[in-house]
């Protein structure tokens, strides 16, 4: 089981001296990895290049794995896409977990950048088919319904494949997960949803004459503090910020209280077959949040 926690704005934006020790605290502390979003623009401009912040991460310790969760490869071009992590697996040999999603939840984000928010989900299908072909180093040629070239090459080709999740709750994104992932990363879903999202990736994938995925996950946030009402406080606002939905949208499927408690609550998802978990926590500060995902990760695993 990998257990992984966010990458803080200290960890991203400190000097270069503090952002170290932040990764050595993480090490040390036994987590897995961590994770770090991507968007654009995200509803007031929010947002973060998730492979740029990959490879800034990696080069910290090349100990650190590092996931993105999720890449929204609908809104870029897969050849330099591909560039990109061939690159970034030549820097950082096996620390990249590349999850993808479609997003939408701000649809101008796609609309901004010249893509159709209905079609993300095809356009992703046919990135994705795009980026997988390209990181094996043969020449492509290519003609389909949204990209269009002849001979595109990307070598030096990985030494090793990058595993990939694919993210989403819906039927489609479960479909693409088994023709498409090693894993699939769940978010805002019930245990037994889970169990049973994982069971149908599985089966699709068998179907379709791929291996059994082996990497099923669940991204999460949590609030962390011992007084469960001021958790869930500070939970509801970053995430009210953020997505500019009401908290209590999401408040069954994003547990909040001590670290016991927590990790409580995500025991299920574990027991539901769950490989790996990507946790926001939002704590009193980032080493506040570290501490407690590495409890988390003590009593899960």
Known sequence: MLIGTIASNDLLTARPRERRALVSRILDSGIDHVFTADHVSFHVGAGMDGLINAATLTALDERLRVCVGVYLLALRHPVTVARQLATLSESAPGQLILGIGVGGEDRNEFAMCGVNPATRGRRTDEALAIVQALLTGEPLD?????????????????????????????????????????????????????????????????????????????????????????????????????????????????????????ADFLAAYRDAGCEFFNIMPVAESAAAGIEAVAEIRRRLT
């Open 142 to 262: 290519h003609h389909g319904e949204f990209f269009s070239f002849d001979r595109a090459w990307i070598r030096p080709r990985p030494a090793e494949p990058i595993p990939m999740v694919v993210g989403g709750r819906s039927d489609a994104a479960l479909q693409r997960a088994a023709r498409f992932g090693d894993g699939w990363l769940g978010v805002w879903c019930s245990p037994s949803r889970f169990a049973d999202a994982a069971r149908a990736v599985n089966a699709a994938a068998v179907e379709a004459g791929r291996p059994q995925p082996r990497m099923h996950g669940l991204q999460v946030w949590v609030g962390i503090d011992d007084n469960a009402e001021r958790a869930r406080a500070r939970l509801g606002r970053a995430m009210q910020d953020f997505y500019r939905i009401p908290f209590e949208r999401f408040e069954r499927y994003s547990p909040f209280g001590s670290a016991a408690a927590v």
